[in-house]
Structures are given as C-alpha cells and as structure tokens.
C-alpha cells in the first residue's frame, strides 16, 4: 500500500512564506513525476508545479517566481517552497505522484489548508 502524506500547511499573513512537504511511503519501486496541486473553495483543482524524476520543474503562471518545486529522492519526499504568499493562493494543497509498484499508478494525498490572510 502507498501513501503520500503531505504536512507544513498553515495560516500565514500576505507576503510571507510555507513550505509544503510530501513524503511516499509503502512499496515503492521507483518515482516518476510528482507534483503540487490547489483546489480552492468553488474552484476547480489546478495544477500549481510539477517535476518530474530528472529534476525538470514546469509551474503555473500564478506561481511563478515566487514557488519552487524541489524533491529528495532518497526520502521519495517533494517538496513546495512558497513565498510572497498572497490571499489567491489560499487552498487545500494536494500532493499527486505517479508511483511504480509493479506497474505506475497515479496517487494522492490527503491535502493541507493554507490560508493567506491579508
């Protein structure tokens, strides 16, 4: 069984800054992609950064700039650096992998708030 835990989320003032973690766990052959996604309230959920196992990162266009997608491989852990952090980045952030265990399936975490104040 995998699981994907995600922890750091959080309430933070506008400007500030998170950092999201996302660590696998379970019976994993090997990682390809993983990345970081939003759903706020009404919303659908998007895509905010994604890196695939070769270190290449692709971001939205909202977050550009001031998030930075990262991942350690020796844990399986993917990492999400936020700064200036504005009030529209307010969501429950889901961590997505695509996870080989025999084949590759498609995972997710269970999501962390993060509040922007302003």
């Known amino acids: 069984q995998v699981q994907l835990v995600e922890s750091g989320g959080g309430l933070v003032q506008a400007g500030g800054s998170l950092r999201l973690s996302c660590a696998a766990s379970?019976?994993?052959?090997?990682?390809?992609?993983m990345g970081w996604f939003r759903q706020a309230p009404g919303k659908q959920r998007e895509l905010v950064a994604a890196?695939?196992?070769?270190?290449?990162?692709n971001y939205a266009d909202s977050v550009k700039g001031r998030f930075t997608i990262s991942r350690d491989n020796a844990k399986n852990t993917v990492y999400l650096q936020m700064n200036s952090l504005k009030p529209e980045d307010t969501a429950v952030y889901y961590c997505?992998?695509?996870?080989?265990?025999?084949?590759?399936?498609?995972?997710w975490g269970q999501g962390t708030q993060v509040t922007v104040s302003s």
């Open positions: 997505n992998a695509y996870i080989v265990v025999g084949v590759i399936n498609n995972y």
């Open positions: 379970g019976s994993i052959f090997s990682i390809n992609a």
């Open positions: 890196i695939t196992n070769g270190g290449s990162t």
